[in-house]
């Protein structure tokens, strides 16, 4: 099909997202967050989660066709998140999306949380003349950090480097609540970081040393891993030894020399990953992808290495259902089969 009219439902986590695109065009995107609930637990309670994409499901839903204009009687494709995520926060959508299928007859697809993050890159006429050859992808979301071939968005996309222990959303958020910065940490550091000198502190660089790099031809074990929980453990040691000193804690200048530290070992991996794999177009995507350290360096090596790069507007990187029903239009395009409505959720999903 040319241009399917597609609805994507997100549920994964905290954010209730409905979005709605024709073929690579944004039609509309919906969300409804839960987050304002989770605040006070310093993280996302799964059984809130659930309970909450309950109530907003139908009003966002009624929300995003009336936006766009859009009966469900117009629609070609249903597109759902199945995994990664919270179980029971994923089955709301699930079931959702599978009432919807069956009572409008309309094929469903079951979609990846983590492919939908990058693939709504390709929204917008970002690529007017279809998807370039030798694409990759960095992801970098509240659970995961990874390096990305993408030899075809619908259906391969291969895993070239990971974290080995906390993603890079998940580091944002335990430094924030060692600097009480609160909950979620990510917008609060980088809003923070600002004020600060990212020079202050020389924080270390993750899986950076030769025996986990090892060269080109004779690649190391971690050549294009990541690890970010020593660099939290060096973030608490810091802020420990300012406390026992009796000074005033330089938040600004921790948060700013953190976030240096990320960045810097995420974009120069990344374009590592990327001069060796013939890869010369970039998407970015996840809920860091917001982060504007990360955007401005990984534009300015990107551009230094010869590598097209797609960054989507701010609120297409946190979660939400364009991306789904993006990545849903990809897999219609392709020919790809519906999944039908027998299918699981799967919280694990590679
Ligand atoms: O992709 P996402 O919305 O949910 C997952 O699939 O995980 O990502 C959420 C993560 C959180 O860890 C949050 O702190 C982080 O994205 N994040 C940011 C920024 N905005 C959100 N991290 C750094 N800078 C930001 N501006
Ligand atoms: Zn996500």
Known sequence: RDNPLVLGIESSCDETGVGLVRGTQLLTNTVSSSMDE????????PEIASRAHLDA????LRQALAEADVSLADL????????????????????????????????LFAVNHLVA??????????????????????????????????NNLAFDVELLGSTIDDAAGEA???VARILGLGYPGG?????????????????PRGLTQPKYLGTAEQPGPHRYDFSFSGLKTAVARCVEHYEADGVDL????????????????????????????????????????????????TAQRCAAAGITLTVPP????????????????????????????????DSSLP
């Open 187 to 203: 917008p609060a550091i980088d809003r923070v970081a600002t004020d600060g000198n990212a020079k202050a502190i020389r924080f």
């Open 117 to 150: 993050h990058v693939g709504v890159g390709v929204l917008d006429s970002a690529f007017p003349d279809g998807l370039p050859p030798n694409l990759g992808a960095l992801l970098v979301s509240g659970g995961h950090t990874e390096i990305l071939r993408v």
């Open 57 to 60: 499901f139908v009003p966002t």
């Open 250 to 297: 330089p938040v600004a200048d921790i948060a700013a020399s953190f976030q240096e530290a990320v960045v810097d070992v995420i974009t120069s991996k990344t374009v590592l990953a990327c001069r060796e794999h013939g890869i010369t177009s970039l998407l970015l995507g996840g809920g860091v992808a917001a982060n504007s350290r990360l955007r401005a360096l």
């Open 172 to 174: 944002y958020d335990k």
């Open 38 to 45: 989770h605040v006070r637990f310093g993280g996302v309670i």
């Open 76 to 107: 070609d494709a249903i597109a759902v998140t199945s995994g990664p995520g919270l179980s029971g926060a994923l089955m709301v959508g699930v079931s959702a999306a599978k009432a919807l299928a069956l009572a409008t007859g309309k094929p």
């Open 314 to 345: 701010l609120s297409l990187c946190t979660d939400n259902g364009a991306m789904v029903a993006a990545l849903g239009a990809q897999i219609v395009m392709n020919g790809g089969e519906p999944t039908g409505l027998r299918f699981a959720t």
